[in-house]
């Protein structure tokens, strides 16, 4: 079978799903993909980036471009396949990914590796090996992989601070987009605080939006800054030609350090709970549905109510509750303090494991 680039997902958001929480979401898909985009507003100016004398992009790319792969994933035919056409046997789909450490490991996206039976890493020398996978997050749409390598053929490409980052500082993007290995494309950073949505319908907060061109194939390579440093996984595309339009989302490189690591350690990472979905059309964190047999259901929260506190930090939206839920873990205790009927109350509970979907 031919090739194909594994697909970006490109939706129209019409009602938000709260990363930590949970919820129903609601969705139109576009024509040509699934990526959904949430509109997020920057509150305040980042924290300037590194003062490092700015690399061009063919210094950078000299400096990056032997640790970025391209991954070539096996998957079972059948009605079940992401690539339709029925009838059993095999099907095969293309993305990107970079080294992570010398032992082998290589960050992609989650989509990218979804159903593999197999699984192809092709180096910039066009060196190729099997690799298994390590790990996956639906959460966050990220993966580890591991490929046994000789030391000589491993690139470990350096993870920056993506919270460092400003809107207008240049970028690059690295991958195969269309099968196309060690393409080099570069923009600019569009926006940030992006909240995009995961393969479980999960949010993804503080997502990177660039201009620089990322297309089918690109999913799961490195956007890195001027300093060459990895800053993001290219993920999303939001598009109505199912092509490059300029808007391109990243996986900031702080969330992919934190996963990546709790993957290659247990092969597994677990996110924090709550039980709520937020109206996306209300200005503050106001719950849209509470999911039964959660904490939030159990501490008594209903439809309606605006969360405005949680263990003393102030919640003005649900963004701002995805965020707090999500610096925490499974089994820790919070108090939250929300508004009914003009009255604000404050419940403990703790907070439960996210489910996969």
Same mark, same amino acid.
């Given at each position: 079978?031919?090739?194909?680039?594994?697909?970006?997902?490109?939706?129209?958001?019409?009602?938000?799903?709260?990363?930590?929480?949970?919820?129903?979401?609601?969705?139109?898909?576009?024509?040509?993909?699934? #990526?959904?985009?949430?509109?997020?507003?920057?509150?305040?100016?980042?924290?300037?980036?590194?003062?490092?004398?700015?690399?061009?992009?063919?210094?950078?790319?000299?400096?990056?471009?032997?640790?970025?792969?391209?991954?070539?994933?096996?998957?079972?035919?059948?009605?079940?396949?992401?690539?339709?056409?029925?009838?059993?046997?095999?099907?095969?789909?293309?993305?990107?990914?970079?080294?992570?450490?010398?032992?082998?490991?290589?960050?992609?996206?989650?989509?990218?590796?979804?159903?593999?039976?197999?699984?192809?890493?092709?180096?910039?020398?066009?060196?190729?090996?099997?690799?298994?996978? +390590?790990?996956?997050?639906?959460?966050?749409?990220?993966?580890?992989?591991?490929?046994?390598?000789?030391?000589?053929?491993?690139?470990?490409?350096?993870?920056?601070?993506?919270?460092?980052?400003?809107?207008?500082?240049?970028?690059?993007?690295?991958?195969?987009?269309?099968?196309? =290995?060690?393409?080099?494309?570069?923009?600019?950073?569009?926006?940030?605080?992006?909240?995009?949505?995961?393969?479980?319908?999960?949010?993804?907060?503080?997502?990177?939006?660039?201009?620089?061109?990322?297309?089918?194939?690109?999913?799961?390579?490195?956007?890195?800054?001027?300093?060459?440093? +990895?800053?993001?996984?290219?993920?999303?595309?939001?598009?109505?030609?199912?092509?490059?339009?300029? +808007?391109?989302?990243?996986?900031?490189?702080? #969330? +992919?350090?934190?996963?990546?690591?709790?993957?290659?350690?247990?092969?597994?990472?677990?996110?924090?709970?709550?039980?709520?979905?937020?109206?996306?059309?209300?200005?503050?964190?106001?719950?849209?549905?509470?999911?039964?047999? #959660?904490?939030?259901?159990?501490?008594?929260?209903?439809?309606?109510?605006?969360?405005? =506190?949680?263990?003393?930090?102030?919640?003005?939206?649900?963004?701002?509750?995805?965020?707090?839920?999500?610096?925490?873990?499974?089994?820790?205790?919070?108090?939250?303090?929300?508004?009914?009927?003009?009255? =604000?109350?404050?419940?403990?509970?703790?907070?439960?494991?996210?489910?996969?979907?």
């Amino acid at each position: 079978m031919p090739r194909r680039s594994r697909p970006f997902i490109a939706s129209l958001l019409a009602a938000a799903c709260l990363g930590a929480g949970g919820g129903a979401v609601a969705y139109a898909t576009l024509s040509g993909g699934d #990526t959904v985009v949430k509109q997020v507003t920057v509150k305040q100016a980042e924290s300037v980036a590194s003062s490092s004398a700015p690399l061009s992009v063919n210094q950078i790319y000299r400096k990056t471009n032997r640790g970025v792969v391209e991954i070539t994933v096996t998957t079972s035919g059948g009605d079940n396949s992401p690539f339709g056409g029925g009838g059993g046997g095999t099907a095969q789909a293309q993305g990107s990914g970079w080294v992570y450490d010398s032992d082998g490991h290589i960050v992609t996206n989650d989509h990218v590796v979804d159903g593999a039976k197999s699984i192809s890493v092709r180096f910039w020398n066009g060196k190729t090996y099997s690799a298994s996978v +390590v790990g996956t997050d639906q959460s966050t749409d990220l993966a580890v992989i591991k490929v046994d390598a000789p030391s000589s053929e491993l690139h470990p490409l350096q993870v920056g601070d993506s919270s460092a980052l400003q809107v207008g500082d240049g970028v690059v993007a690295i991958g195969s987009p269309f099968g196309l =290995e060690g393409t080099v494309t570069s923009g600019i950073v569009s926006a940030l605080h992006r909240a995009i949505t995961a393969p479980n319908n999960f949010t993804i907060n503080d997502s990177i939006q660039t201009d620089a061109a990322i297309n089918h194939g690109n999913s799961g390579g490195p956007l890195l800054n001027v300093q060459g440093q +990895v800053i993001g996984v290219n993920a999303q595309i939001k598009s109505d030609s199912n092509g490059n339009e300029g +808007v391109g989302f990243s996986i900031p490189s702080n #969330t +992919v350090r934190s996963i990546a690591s709790q993957l290659i350690s247990s092969g597994k990472v677990e996110h924090a709970y709550l039980g709520v979905s937020i109206d996306a059309t209300a200005a503050a964190a106001r719950i849209a549905e509470i999911r039964p047999s #959660t904490p939030a259901a159990g501490a008594g929260l209903k439809a309606g109510d605006v969360v405005v =506190e949680v263990d003393g930090k102030a919640i003005s939206s649900g963004d701002d509750l995805t965020r707090v839920i999500d610096a925490h873990k499974p089994g820790d205790k919070i108090s939250v303090t929300y508004k009914r009927s003009g009255s =604000e109350h404050t419940v403990s509970l703790t907070l439960a494991t996210r489910p996969s979907s």
